[in-house]
C-alpha cells in the first residue's frame, strides 16, 4: 500500500513538473544581433507560454545559428527550470545571423564586417515561411563605407513580395598601432614602447600610420588618448637633420657603399630631400634624410 502511494506520487509530481505549451514561429528567421530590446512581435505568431519561456525563446533565437528545434531549445537550461516542455511550431527552425548571411552574399573575407546595421522600420528580426526567400542588394557592398541595403522577401506561390531598408556600415579589420597611454603634443617625440599593434575596424585604413619602427621620426600634433589608433594626420615629422651641423652621409651606388661627412645647408625631417655641403671640396650634393642625422646619397 505504501509503496502504491508513493509511486503515485512520484507520477504526480512527474506530471506536475512537466507542464508543455507552445510556441509558433516561422520557417526561416534573419536575425541582427543586438544588446537592446529583442523583437518579440516578428517571431512569435502565437504562444500560451508564460512571458518568461516567450522571453528565453526570444534570447535563444539571437544566440543562434543554423537549426533550431523542440530537442534543442528544451535541453536549454532556462528551460529546463522553467518545468515547461514547449512544443515549437515549426518543429525545425532555420536561424541565421543577418550581418553573417549578408558576409557570405557579398563574399566579403573574415576580416570584413558589417556595423551599425539597422532597418528603417526598427525591427531586429526578418520571419519567413518555407515558400520564402530572401534576397539582398547592395551598390558598393564590397567597399568599406556607409550603405544603403534592400531586404527582399518573395513568395513565388502567393506572388508576393516585400521590400524592407537597412542602413549599415562596411568595415574591415587592420592592424593599427594604439598608444599604452596619453601622449602629449608636449613630448619632443614618439617612442615605440608606448605603442601596441592592435587589431581595429575601420573604413579607411590607409588613414592608419602602422610603421612602429618609425615612431621616433614623428611627435604628435595632438593629445592622443589611451586606446585611440593612430592617425598619419595626428604626427608631425621632426627634424633629424639640423643645417649647419655636420651629419654622416651614405654614398650609394650600385657596386658602392662610402661612409662620409657633409654639412646640411638646411634642416631636414626624415624622407624629405636636402642640400648638404662636402667639407673638403666645398662641392654640393643632395640626400634624402633617412635617420637622425644621416643623409643617404644616390650616385
Same mark, same amino acid.
Request: proline share 5%; aromatic share 10%.
Given at each position: 500500500?505504501?509503496?502504491?502511494?508513493?509511486?503515485a506520487?512520484?507520477?504526480?509530481?512527474?506530471?506536475?513538473?512537466?507542464?508543455?505549451?507552445?510556441?509558433e514561429?516561422? #520557417?526561416?528567421?534573419?536575425?541582427?544581433?543586438?544588446?537592446?530590446?529583442? #523583437?518579440?512581435?516578428?517571431?512569435?505568431?502565437? $504562444?500560451?507560454?508564460?512571458?518568461?519561456?516567450?522571453?528565453?525563446?526570444?534570447s535563444k533565437?539571437?544566440?543562434?545559428?543554423?537549426?533550431?528545434?523542440?530537442?534543442?531549445?528544451?535541453?536549454?537550461?532556462?528551460?529546463?527550470? $522553467?518545468?515547461?516542455?514547449?512544443?515549437?511550431?515549426?518543429?525545425?527552425?532555420?536561424?541565421?545571423?543577418?550581418? +553573417?548571411?549578408?558576409?557570405?552574399k557579398f563574399?566579403?573575407?573574415?576580416?570584413?564586417?558589417?556595423?551599425k546595421?539597422?532597418?528603417?522600420?526598427?525591427?531586429?528580426?526578418?520571419?519567413?515561411?518555407?515558400?520564402? $526567400?530572401? @534576397?539582398?542588394?547592395?551598390?558598393?557592398?564590397?567597399?568599406?563605407?556607409?550603405?544603403?541595403? @534592400?531586404?527582399v522577401?518573395?513568395?513565388?506561390?502567393?506572388?508576393?513580395?516585400?521590400?524592407?531598408?537597412?542602413?549599415?556600415?562596411?568595415?574591415?579589420?587592420?592592424?593599427?598601432?594604439?598608444?599604452?597611454r @596619453?601622449?602629449?603634443?608636449?613630448?619632443?617625440?614618439?617612442a615605440?614602447? #608606448?605603442?601596441?599593434?592592435?587589431?581595429?575596424?575601420?573604413?579607411?585604413?590607409?588613414k592608419?600610420?602602422?610603421?612602429?619602427e618609425?615612431?621616433?621620426?614623428?611627435?604628435?600634433?595632438?593629445?592622443?588618448?589611451?586606446n +585611440?589608433?593612430?592617425?598619419?594626420? +595626428?604626427?608631425v615629422?621632426?627634424?633629424?637633420v639640423?643645417?649647419?651641423t655636420?651629419?654622416k652621409?651614405?654614398?650609394?651606388?650600385?657596386?658602392?657603399l662610402?661612409?662620409?661627412?657633409?654639412?646640411?645647408s638646411?634642416?631636414?625631417?626624415?624622407?624629405e630631400?636636402?642640400?648638404?655641403?662636402?667639407?673638403?671640396?666645398?662641392?654640393?650634393?643632395?640626400?634624402?634624410?633617412v635617420?637622425?642625422?644621416?643623409?643617404?646619397? +644616390?650616385l
Amino acid at each position: 500500500m505504501k509503496l502504491t502511494i508513493a509511486l503515485a506520487l512520484f507520477v504526480f509530481a512527474s506530471v506536475a513538473h512537466s507542464k508543455e505549451c507552445s510556441i509558433e514561429s516561422y #520557417d526561416k528567421i534573419y536575425y541582427i544581433p543586438t544588446k537592446g530590446a529583442k #523583437d518579440h512581435k516578428s517571431l512569435i505568431k502565437e $504562444s500560451n507560454c508564460p512571458t518568461s519561456i516567450q522571453t528565453a525563446f526570444i534570447s535563444k533565437i539571437y544566440q543562434s545559428s543554423g537549426l533550431l528545434s523542440s530537442n534543442v531549445l528544451n535541453y536549454d537550461a532556462r528551460f529546463k527550470k $522553467s518545468g515547461y516542455t514547449v512544443r515549437l511550431t515549426p518543429n525545425r527552425i532555420r536561424v541565421s545571423n543577418l550581418k +553573417d548571411s549578408l558576409k557570405e552574399k557579398f563574399n566579403l573575407g573574415s576580416l570584413w564586417s558589417f556595423s551599425k546595421l539597422k532597418l528603417v522600420n526598427k525591427m531586429t528580426t526578418l520571419g519567413l515561411s518555407n515558400d520564402d $526567400s530572401l @534576397s539582398f542588394g547592395c551598390e558598393f557592398c564590397h567597399t568599406t563605407g556607409e550603405k544603403n541595403i @534592400s531586404f527582399v522577401i518573395y513568395n513565388p506561390i502567393k506572388n508576393f513580395s516585400k521590400t524592407y531598408w537597412a542602413s549599415a556600415t562596411v568595415l574591415v579589420s587592420t592592424k593599427v598601432l594604439i598608444p599604452n597611454r @596619453s601622449i602629449s603634443p608636449s613630448e619632443p617625440q614618439l617612442a615605440p614602447s #608606448d605603442f601596441k599593434l592592435k587589431s581595429l575596424s575601420v573604413t579607411r585604413p590607409e588613414k592608419y600610420f602602422t610603421n612602429i619602427e618609425q615612431l621616433v621620426f614623428y611627435k604628435v600634433n595632438k593629445p592622443i588618448s589611451a586606446n +585611440d589608433g593612430l592617425l598619419f594626420t +595626428d604626427l608631425v615629422p621632426v627634424n633629424l637633420v639640423s643645417a649647419g651641423t655636420p651629419t654622416k652621409i651614405i654614398l650609394r651606388s650600385k657596386t658602392l657603399l662610402v661612409e662620409g661627412t657633409a654639412i646640411p645647408s638646411q634642416s631636414g625631417k626624415f624622407g624629405e630631400v636636402i642640400r648638404l655641403r662636402n667639407p673638403k671640396t666645398s662641392r654640393m650634393i643632395t640626400g634624402k634624410v633617412v635617420d637622425f642625422n644621416k643623409v643617404m646619397v +644616390d650616385l
